[in-house]
């Protein structure tokens, strides 16, 4: 082979265009060992700014897998070597491509993102040493790009961004001990099994005595209104089965634990759609909600979604305004042979009083 091309070297006339494309791609590999020597000579800058010149020059040939490599080999290199700034501005520079070009998801890109996604960590402050200090929000906004790309790539599949990468960065973000970012995205991709116990570790490590219920409250009625009701269980399920505040009670319902049960009947009314045992509810159970202020926003939300309660109506009579004809409607929702708790109703709401 190695004869062969020595001979259309010599001789232009036959196959004129082969020795173009071997001289070209020969030319791009020497450049790329070039720079990689830059970088291990700590030319940081020179490298950075021969990269970006690089993908310009890919792009106006049209060699659009070439320019996304070569930009994502530049920025784990200046990655890897600590210059944040030179690394995440041609990661950015990389999914601005995507974005652009309206590049199809692979997994070769999302292995990219993965990595640059691991590089793009912060370091500790004893590992910076005299190295560049990191900016704080850099891996943030590549993550919201990326998702943002995925997205614009199929909006009706992936309208909060592909749930790979909510994934990667749950798990990458939870294994930092980064809880408040994991359980972000821990909304967007349904793992209960890990989403439950990132919670019992937050509620342990951080929540005070008698807060472990506020905890599954504020995610199980977010993803609520991210219309995720079957998630939403499942993580209740899990939750309340494994914290030790909590797995040794006999439940659902439970005794003395008033915003577990509201919890636990939301999400079965919400199967049904019935507003009038919604709207019961929400009065029955108006003390153990207002115990956050976040939760009736949220379940404003809630009762548009799942009850067709539009704003106006909730307004007219208030949030936890009670509308009548309950009764009967209880019964229909929890019958003993689904629930295996006995019903009766001699009025309205009192099912749930006799839960507590």
Sequence with gaps: IEGTVCIYLREPHIMASAPRRIVSYSRSEKVAEKLKQKISNGEYYEAHQT?????QRYCAQTRDTEGIRLLFEGATLLLENRQLESGADLALLLISHLKAHQTS???ELFGMVTKLFECLRQPNSADVG?????????????????????NIIDSQ????GHPQLHKMAAQAYAKEKDFIRARQHFLYVEMPEEFGVLLMAVATSEGYPGEADLFIAQAVLQLLVLKQR????????IYTHAHPAFRDKEGPPYRDAPLLNFLWLLLLCAEKGHSEVFNCLLQYYAPAIQRD???QQYLAK??????GITPSQ????????????????LSELFEPQSSGIPISLPNQCAVVEDLD
């Design 51 to 55: 990269y970006k010149m690089l993908y």
């Design 105 to 107: 998801i692979s997994d």
């Design 130 to 150: 005299s190295h560049h200090i990191p900016v704080a929000d850099s891996r943030e906004e590549f993550l919201r790009a990326a998702l943002k790309w995925t």
């Design 157 to 160: 599949s992936y309208p909060y």
């Design 230 to 237: 079957t998630y939403a269980l499942d993580l209740y399920n």
């Design 293 to 295: 202020p976040s939760f």
């Design 302 to 307: 809630i009762g548009e979604y799942f009850f």
């Design 314 to 329: 909730s307004n007219s009579g208030g949030l936890f305004g009670l509308l009548g004809g309950a009764n009967g409607l």
